[in-house]
Nanobody, 124 residues
Framework: QEQLVQSGGGLVEPGGSLRLSCAAS????????VAWFRQAPGQEREGISC????????HYIDSVKGRFIITRDHAKNTVYLQMNSLKPEDTAIYYC?????????????????WGLGTQVTVSS
């Protein structure tokens, strides 16, 4: 089966860091654009970052720019989200998603492979 397997996440204090992993199983992630989304309680799913299939060009929304870094390890068939200087408002369930079209986009409907999500909680 073609799946995205997520790991990482957890509880951290404000200002701390976490690294999320998104590993593809059953297909080559290098041919896909990959994005990270998050959903906080009572809110809609929000796209926060993506990396292209062509040349690993990256995009970030303003609220995470300068704090979060998305990277790809082609050999490990994995995309990462390094999260630094975490804030309480970053608390959410984080999802990775893969898109075979290859556009740099944070539109959820354009992604066809989804991870199950991992909880990130930022609290003192």
């Amino acid at each position: 089966q073609e799946q995205l397997v997520q790991s990482g996440g957890g509880l951290v204090e404000p200002g701390g860091s976490l690294r999320l992993s998104c590993a593809a199983s059953g297909f080559s992630l290098s041919r896909y654009s990959v994005a990270w989304f998050r959903q906080a309680p009572g809110q809609e799913r929000e796209g926060i970052s993506c990396i292209s299939r062509e040349d690993d060009t990256t995009h970030y929304i303003d609220s995470v720019k300068g704090r979060f870094i998305i990277t790809r390890d082609h050999a490990k068939n994995t995309v990462y989200l390094q999260m630094n200087s975490l804030k309480p408002e970053d608390t959410a369930i984080y999802y990775c998603a893969a898109d075979s079209i290859g556009l740099i986009t944070l539109i959820p409907d354009l992604y066809d492979h989804w991870g199950l999500g991992t909880q990130v909680t930022v609290s003192s």
